[in-house]
């Protein structure tokens, strides 16, 4: 006879209000409410959160920065944790490890979301998001965990996977051999992008402006890397491909826009991509004659969709990729130091929150 699971009433969960005071710059409040539990509809699953990990998605939004913020929604996009229960009793998710799909209107096709896209935490679209105990969501929008992830990594990988591969594998068209570069690695994307590019057989450079980061990525399998700090860092990466017996690469991947194409078009092949999916350094992203006579390609890439998340995950289970994970909060309570630490940009990985204290042991990051 199967165990009566106690079903909640309320969860605590992280949310977001607009800020008491008139401070400038604006930094809105995160605040723990507790919430009461909706009544479970047709084809929705409660899920016990076990981690939830930040964005700077989430850091902007609280900045006022990021476009249609809802005040009163949950925040988080990223979550992990076990289906308690469910609309349908028979349902084979029950008892399962699951991780949340972070977004919404893209399903399945290869050029774009079908309808609204929209990203679940902190949003005017939907209240839900992931910091919060107990979550109501579709099952169709949570996916198994690999067995070789705790919830920990489980929640540090959907919105990250989900960029890194359609920027490497889906628009950057990464294979094996190809030279890759991977601009500011440090950061959720970068690093699974990285670990994404040499896990299919790439060869990879990096740029930081911090040398311990290029360090450690070069222990994830990098080849290489300069600092961006350098203003002739373009042509120290000609040397360093030059040492490795290349001429040029075929891709770059880069979260920062501006002139990355102009600066790079003197070792990017011809016919080569350069994928922006990000805009660090500037809103703009320039492109000139010079560029088009190369037949070189300039891709904007934002998130994916739900099958895009589905093949990342197939390969990294395949693989056995740990995305990495730089800090680990215990409780929902811990939130405003995650901010923090977004705020100094010294993490090296995923901030990541772990809700339930008795969740799994976590692994070392590796391919």
């Not at 723990?32 to 909706?38: A, C, D, G, K, S």
């Not at 935490?121 to 107990?134: E, N």
């Not at 402006?209 to 290489?224: F, S, T």
């Amino acid at each position: 006879m199967s165990a009566v699971v106690q079903i909640p009433k309320s969860t605590k969960a992280l949310v977001l209000r607009k800020s008491a005071l008139a401070t400038k710059p604006v930094y809105h409040d995160a605040v723990l409410e507790e919430r009461p539990i909706p009544e479970l509809k047709p084809g929705q699953v409660l899920v016990r959160i076990h981690a939830a990990a930040f964005n700077h998605r989430d850091h902007w939004i609280r900045k006022g920065l990021y476009p249609g913020i809802g005040f009163g929604s949950v925040i988080g996009g990223d979550g992990a944790g076990l289906v308690i229960a469910s609309a349908d009793r028979h349902d084979p998710l029950l008892q399962k490890r699951v991780f949340f799909v972070p977004m919404r209107g893209w399903e399945r096709d290869p050029e774009a979301p079908e309808t609204s896209f929209y990203v679940l935490g902190g949003g005017k679209k939907t209240p839900l998001g992931t910091f919060a105990q107990y979550v109501v969501v579709e099952r169709d929008q949570v996916i198994p965990t690999p067995d070789h992830l705790d919830d920990v990594h489980a929640a540090a990988w959907p919105i990250g996977a989900v960029t890194a591969w359609r920027a490497t594998m889906v628009n950057g068209q990464v294979k094996k051999g190809d030279n890759v570069l991977i601009t500011g690695i440090g950061g959720g994307v970068a690093l699974v992008a990285l670990q994404l590019c040499v896990a299919r057989g790439a060869n990879v450079y990096v740029t930081s402006g911090n040398e311990d980061k290029i360090r450690k990525a070069v222990e994830l399998g990098a080849k290489g890397g300069v600092s961006y700090k350098a203003d002739d860092w373009p042509s120290q990466l000609a040397v360093l491909l030059k040492k490795n017996g290349a001429s040029s690469l075929n891709a770059v991947i880069d979260a920062g826009g501006g002139d990355i194409l102009r600066k790079t078009s003197s070792i990017l092949k011809q016919g080569g991509r350069v994928v922006v999916f990000g805009m660090h350094t500037s809103p703009r992203v320039t492109m000139t004659m010079r560029e088009v006579l190369k037949n070189q390609k300039l891709l904007g890439s934002t998130m994916g969709s739900k099958q895009d998340l589905i093949d990342a995950t197939n390969f990294l289970a395949q693989h056995r990729i740990v995305p990495v994970v730089s800090d680990v909060l215990d409780g929902l309570e811990s939130a405003e130091r995650g901010f923090e630490i977004l705020e100094r940009e010294e993490h090296f990985g995923k901030v990541v929150l772990r809700i339930v204290p008795d969740s799994p042991k976590t692994f070392p990051a590796k391919l």
